[in-house]
């Protein structure tokens, strides 16, 4: 099963998609319409671009850095929260989720990609 | 070429820079080392832009803000201007934006 | 919402910070053996308020175009770095090695 798979089937996973790093592609599974799981990826991908500059900056002060390179993100509203690790995103309804089992199974599968790729 | 960008009131550095942010030429007062970070930054920079005017066309559904063309950052003393593949480094006492502006379109390759 | 002293207590907590609207450090606890300093806390800080800055333009923008209303306004922001995260929310943040980060007790503790 795709770490995409396996996020969308977890309870009060709302949506999963996986969007490819030149930002032509995407695809999602749940309840998300393509237009919107296309404008999703397309702002997980801006943040995630902003989220490296970041960390690099955060590297000019600091050797080693842990902050760098940047594995993932996330930001929460009051009723939903999204993750992303990587070229993967998840939208998590907060009432109906553990966002630590979520991240940790995002971190686990995506936490090391190799940064030439964003 | 792109040297002569220096010849304008302020301008301090200027940097051609790859598709990939490396560094292609530069010249002024930086260091090989700073070039090169310029270089990188104004890259990373130009994409997460890029990004951003892509979200705003979606938010908007008003066009004209994609593909963005260049960027300024203004800072207290310093400013950042930034127009195809080339940066430059800008002293705010003496340049003026709209000249080194207009001197990057002229200059961009 | 817990103080920075009682932040330090959360699971694998290296340092908890406050900053300004403007992303400025203002206040700060650090744990001790780590390579933070005030200037980089000050850093971490400003990428704090940057990236809830931005996730409010985004939120913004999918609730107007999508009618989904549940992410305005933005409580809160984690970077995962490749050993740390740091968690924020408001004007407070902490940061976490990720090993022992618990995601969920750190937004609990910043009040969200």
């Not at chain 3, 850093?43 to 333009?57: D, E, K, R």
């Amino acid at each position: 099963m795709s770490i995409v798979a396996e996020l969308a089937a977890r309870p009060g996973v709302i949506a999963a998609g996986e969007y490819s790093y030149r930002g032509d592609r995407f695809q999602c599974k749940g309840e998300l319409s393509e237009e919107h799981a296309r404008m999703a990826s397309i702002m997980c991908r801006a943040t995630n671009l902003s989220a490296h500059m970041q960390t690099h900056f955060l590297a000019l002060g600091m050797d080693p850095c842990p902050f760098n390179p940047a594995s993932g993100w996330s930001v929460r509203g009051p009723h939903f929260t999204v993750c992303v690790m990587a070229n993967v995103f998840c939208f998590l309804d907060n009432t109906a989720t553990s966002l630590n089992e979520v991240m940790r199974l995002m971190h686990k599968h995506l936490g090391r990609e190799p940064e030439d790729l964003i | 070429m792109i040297r002569r960008l220096l010849a304008i009131d302020g301008v301090s550095a200027v940097c051609h820079f790859r598709d990939d942010g490396a560094l292609v030429e530069g010249h002024g007062v930086l260091e090989e080392q700073h070039m090169a970070g310029l270089a990188m930054f104004a890259h990373d920079y130009r994409r997460i832009l890029q990004s951003h005017a892509d979200q705003l066309s979606m938010f908007s559904q008003v066009r004209g803000w994609t593909p963005p063309k260049g960027w300024i950052v203004h800072g207290k003393d310093a400013t950042v201007c930034s127009l195809g593949n080339l940066v430059c480094l800008v002293d705010n006492r003496e340049a003026s934006l709209s000249e080194v502006m207009r001197e990057l379109a002229d200059t961009q390759y | 919402m817990q103080s920075l002293d009682e932040l330090m207590k959360l699971p694998g907590a290296i340092a908890s910070f406050e900053f300004s609207d403007r992303g400025e450090l203002t206040e700060h606890r650090l744990a001790e053996g780590n390579a933070l300093t005030p200037d980089i806390l000050d850093l971490v800080s400003h990428v704090c308020i940057a990236n809830i800055s931005i996730a409010t333009m985004q939120a913004r923008g999918w609730e107007k175009v999508t009618g989904q209303a549940g992410f305005y306004p933005i409580e809160g922001f984690t970077l995962v770095g490749f050993d740390w995260s740091t968690v924020s929310s408001g004007n407070r943040g902490v940061i976490l090695r990720n090993e022992e980060a618990d995601y969920q007790a750190a937004y609990d503790a910043l009040g969200v």
